[in-house]
């Protein structure tokens, strides 16, 4: 069985153009200016860059890069591609450093072009997790330090994190959170869980008071040494936990808290679309570049955090 990476989009750019038109254009190209599908050419002359399309109901030129993660970017489409493979395959992430290796880029550009990834990897699902009655399990973990914080014991130091995971699709959500208090994680569970659903938790004091909200609230006692009772325990998002900080430490060593979102969006998107839901690298990576679309980053706003 040949390699999928000896395909030809992830060696020649024309190949590669088509690629993504295929996927991003289903019925053919979409002028991003004035929104035309009628009267479009793809531009030809020897001069002409590759995958330039010209609209001639507002009569501007275009190509599939404009509006996606690839806006404005000179690294070869075939490059993005590759990244986007190594990125969507790697179980516990791939650094920057590697890519930088691999793709013959700069080191500067292979970490832009991993957080440009990352925020397509963002979900965009609305849909509140445990509407048929299914256990949803929610929990927090503790990782790294808060820049200028003084190092504390136990967990006031460190960055925190809030996951959800509904069991009975895998999917999983996670947040940025500033603390383990009732303010913050209500709101955030109240928009993810579904009334319906059977909301498993630890023993933590917080979900005492969310669990009357939802039709069930089973909950595993960590402290007396309880992790599993038939079908109650965390183990699911402590799994999720333990993939995420596995890649955080191993592979990503330092991240500052004003990128946190983008790796939890990496890791979430990995886990929702992993192997053992039946999604293999190449579909992943096709998810990945479904993705692209509308989320535009620059550096600028990048290296500040936004």
Known sequence: MASWLSAPHFHHDEAAYRFVEERL?????????????????KMQ?????????????CRKPFTVKIGTIFEDSKVHMHLWLQAMYLIAGSKKGISSNQLHR?????????????????????????????T????????????GQKKGVETKRAFHHKMKVLSLIERNSGQARSYVIDSVTLQQIDPIVARNVSDNAHLMTDEHRV???????????????HMANEYVRDDKHTN???????????????????????????????????????????????????????????????????????
């Open 236 to 306: 699911t998002v402590e799994g999720f936990f333990s993939i995420f900080k596995r890649g955080m430490k191993g592979v990503y060593q330092h991240c500052q808290e004003k990128h946190l979102h983008r790796y939890l969006a990496e890791f979430d998107f990995r886990y929702s679309n992993r192997a053992a839901l039946g999604c293999q690298d190449e579909e992943r990576t096709e998810r990945l570049l479904m993705g692209v679309i509308g989320k535009r980053l620059t550096y600028q706003t990048t290296s500040r955090g936004a």
């Open 25 to 41: 254009w289903p019925n053919g190209p979409v002028c991003p200016h004035c929104g035309g599908v009628e009267r479009i050419s």
């Open 45 to 57: 002359g020897k001069s002409t860059r590759v995958g330039a399309y010209k609209c001639y109901q």
């Open 102 to 130: 691999i793709l013959g880029v700069t080191l500067k550009t292979a970490w832009f072009m991993s957080h440009r990834i990352r925020e397509a990897m963002k979900s965009s699902a609305l849909d509140p997790f445990g």
């Open 207 to 221: 979900y005492v008071s969310l669990g009357a909200y939802y039709a069930q609230h089973s909950r595993v006692s």
């Open 132 to 143: 048929d009655g299914g256990m949803v399990e929610v929990d927090e973990t503790f990782i």
